[in-house]
């Protein structure tokens, strides 16, 4: 058996026993035909190993930069070695969790302001949660969900559970103007 192929096989198996060992885990497995990995120039396990810490570099730096970043520094290390691509991993692979981190802060606070915010127009009379809710949105017009998404965004939690559930609340709270026909 080709020593490619091999060497895949025993990288999906511990891949499928990572997924096996708990619930809610999925993982995509890679694919062992030669000839797909021959059309990116990797026909021995060090080619691959190599080719997917680059991708790993590749998905780092775009995390936690750009992916206009991350391909210009792909491209530098492609002359490197080893060495020098684990140090470029280990760099950005602390920068992604720093980023993490920063955007998890700064959704933290965003969420906290909504529900100050919320919390501010019951004190102000609305007396309840969807009161206090129709009147944040009373001078908005929303026309299709993605407004609702787009109001919520607005606020910088659309992406957090809090977002995610104050979009389901609002859809029922709403309402929704058709659009008009140009004359």
């Not at 619930?23 to 060090?46: C, F, K, N, Q």
């Not at 919320?118 to 129709?134: C, D, F, S, V």
């Amino acid at each position: 058996m080709n020593a490619l192929v091999k060497h895949i096989e025993g990288m999906n198996a511990k891949t499928q026993e990572w997924v096996d060992a708990g619930p809610d885990r999925w993982a995509s497995m890679l694919t062992t035909d030669v000839e797909h990995w021959a059309e990116y120039g990797i026909s021995t396990p060090a080619e691959l190993d190599r080719y997917l810490s680059e991708q790993d570099l590749y998905e780092l730096v775009a995390q936690s930069a750009t992916k206009s970043y991350a391909r210009v520094v792909l491209a530098d290390i492609k002359d490197k070695s080893d060495e020098e691509l684990k140090a470029e991993i280990e760099y950005w692979g602390k920068e992604s969790e720093r980023v993490f981190e920063e955007e998890k802060a700064q959704a933290d606070r965003a969420v906290a302001d909504v529900e100050a915010e919320i919390q501010q127009y019951i004190e102000y009379g609305a007396g309840n949660r969807e009161t206090a809710l129709r009147w944040m949105t009373q001078d908005e017009t929303f026309h299709h969900s993605q407004d609702v998404e787009g109001f919520v965004y607005s606020r910088g939690i659309l992406f957090t559970d809090f977002g995610r559930e104050l979009v389901k609340e609002l859809m029922e709270i709403v309402n929704f103007v058709e659009f008009e026909e140009a004359a």
